[in-house]
C-alpha cells in the first residue's frame, strides 16, 4: 500500500506532464469508441436493410436454393413452420415469401429484375424496408389481388404511374413460361439504384397460381431475429429443435455473401486504424514514464542505498503506469460521454459526400446520417485495452528504473 500511495504521489509531482499524458489517453478511448460505435451502427443498419428486403436474417429454405435460387425449389407447410419459429426465443417475426426473376414489361417497353412475393398480412414497415420506403400510393392489401409494388426508377423505365397495368413474366416450376397482368398499387423508392430498378412487391398467393405452387409453399421463410448478432447460435438451435430435413437455415453471412465480405474487409481496416491508436498511446505513457525515470536517477540511488531493492523500484514505476492508465480512462469516459451522446442522438450528416441519392454499399442501403451504437461487451474491451496497452508501456521503464546501481546513480548527477 505504501508503493501504491507513494506512485500516487510521484504523478502528481508534474501535474502538468500527468494531465497531457491522462489526455491523450482519453483522447484514445474517444478516438477507438468512436470508430468502433459508427462502425456497429453502419454494420447493423446494413445487415438489417439487406434482411428486410428478402432473405431475412436466417433464411429457411430448400437445400441448394441459396447456390442455384430457381424457382422449382420450394419449401411446404410454410404457415405450419412460420407458427413454430415466431414462438423460438430470439425471434422477431417470420415471413413467407417468394423470391424469384421475372420480365417487367409495360406498353412502353420491358426489363429485367427481381419479384419479392408477400403476404400483406404478414409483412409490417418495421420487418419491410420496401414497404416503409412507399412515396405513393400503399402496399396491396389482397394477398390474391392484381394490386403490385415497383420501385420509382423502374416506374420511370417503363413510364409507370399508380394504377397502370404491369405485365411480369416468369417460368413456374415445370419450366414453362408464364405470365401475368398486375395494375400498379404503390412505389417505393429507397436511394439504392438496383433495388429501385429492379424489385417488385408482389401478392403471394396470385403468384403461387401463376407458378403452379401449393398453397403453403413457398421459396423461403425469412427469420428476423431481435438481434442479428445471435444468428449463428439461433441458426443452430433452430436446425435442431425444428428438425430440418429438406429445408436448409442459413443465416444473412450465407445470404448475403457480398455484404458479410465487405463487412469483414471494412472491420480489418478498423482494426488497424485501432491499433495505430493504441501505438500512439503506448508511446505517450512511455514517453512519459521514460522521462520521469531518468529525471529522478540520484532518487532512485538515494532510495536504493537506503533499502529500497530493485523489484520493489520496479513496482514503484509499474504503479506510476498504472495510476496513469485509470486518470485517462476517467478522462476518456468523461470526455467520450457527452460526445456519444450526441453522435446517438442527432448523428453526423454525410448526405453531402454520397454521390446523387444513392446511398448504397455493396448494393445495400446505408443511413446517410452516422450514428454510434456500442454494447456493453466492447466498451469493456476498449477500456481493457488502453488500461493494459498503458500499463505495458510502463513496464520497460519500470525495469529501466531498478537496473542502474545506486552508486553508479549517485556518481552521475
Not at 420450394?74 to 405450419?80: A, F, G, N, V
Not at 506510476?320 to 485509470?326: F, G, N, T, Y
Request: proline share 2%; glycine share 8%; aromatic share 8%.
Amino acid at each position: 500500500m505504501k508503493l501504491i500511495s507513494l506512485a500516487w504521489r510521484n504523478v502528481w509531482r508534474r501535474k502538468r506532464r500527468t494531465l497531457i499524458t491522462a489526455s491523450s489517453i482519453g483522447f484514445g478511448v474517444l478516438l477507438s469508441a468512436t470508430f468502433t460505435g459508427m462502425a456497429l451502427y453502419m454494420y447493423g443498419n446494413m445487415i438489417d436493410a439487406s434482411a428486410s428486403t428478402g432473405f431475412g436474417h436466417i433464411t429457411i429454405s430448400a437445400v441448394g436454393y441459396n447456390k442455384t435460387p430457381t424457382l422449382d425449389k420450394r419449401i411446404s407447410t410454410t404457415d405450419e413452420l412460420r407458427e413454430k419459429l415466431i414462438r423460438e426465443q430470439g425471434v422477431a417475426d417470420a415471413m413467407v415469401r417468394i423470391m424469384g426473376q421475372a420480365m417487367f414489361a409495360s406498353a412502353v417497353k420491358s426489363v429485367g429484375g427481381m419479384f419479392l412475393a408477400i403476404d400483406p398480412s404478414q409483412e409490417t414497415e418495421k420487418y419491410n424496408l420496401l414497404i416503409r420506403l412507399i412515396k405513393q400510393g400503399n402496399v396491396f392489401t389482397d394477398k390474391d389481388g392484381t394490386g403490385v409494388v415497383v420501385g420509382n426508377k423502374l416506374a420511370e423505365k417503363l413510364n409507370l404511374k399508380l394504377g397502370k397495368k404491369l405485365v411480369y413474366t416468369t417460368t413456374d416450376v415445370n419450366g414453362e413460361i408464364v405470365s401475368e397482368i398486375a395494375r400498379v398499387s404503390g412505389v417505393f423508392s429507397t436511394g439504392v439504384a438496383e433495388i429501385d430498378g429492379g424489385l417488385v412487391l408482389l401478392p403471394i398467393d396470385r403468384v403461387r397460381n401463376v407458378l403452379g405452387y401449393e398453397k403453403d409453399e413457398a421459396t423461403l421463410l425469412a427469420v428476423m431475429l431481435d438481434n442479428q448478432r445471435k444468428a449463428d447460435d439461433i441458426r443452430h438451435r433452430l436446425s435442431e429443435k425444428l428438425d430440418l430435413k429438406r429445408q436448409e437455415a442459413l443465416t444473412w453471412r450465407d445470404t448475403q455473401a457480398d455484404l458479410a465480405g465487405m463487412i469483414t474487409i471494412d472491420g480489418a481496416s478498423n482494426y488497424i486504424s485501432q491499433l495505430l491508436v493504441a501505438l500512439l498511446i503506448s508511446a505517450g505513457v512511455l514517453n512519459t514514464l521514460l522521462m520521469s525515470v531518468l529525471e529522478r536517477t540520484r532518487e532512485f540511488g538515494v532510495m536504493m542505498a537506503l533499502g529500497m531493492s530493485a523489484r520493489q523500484l520496479f513496482k514503484l514505476v509499474l504503479f506510476e503506469s498504472v495510476w496513469l492508465a485509470l486518470i485517462g480512462l476517467v478522462v476518456g469516459v468523461m470526455i467520450t460521454s457527452p460526445w456519444y451522446w450526441y453522435l446517438d442522438v442527432y448523428g453526423l450528416d454525410f448526405s453531402a459526400m454520397l454521390s446523387g441519392e444513392d446511398y448504397s454499399v455493396a448494393g445495400v442501403l446505408v443511413d446517410p446520417i452516422v450514428r454510434v451504437k456500442l454494447y456493453i461487451e466492447t466498451v469493456v474491451i476498449i477500456l481493457s485495452v488502453v488500461f493494459t496497452l498503458a500499463i505495458l508501456s510502463g513496464v520497460y521503464p519500470a525495469w529501466r528504473a531498478g537496473r542502474i546501481p545506486p552508486i553508479e546513480s549517485l556518481r552521475n548527477i
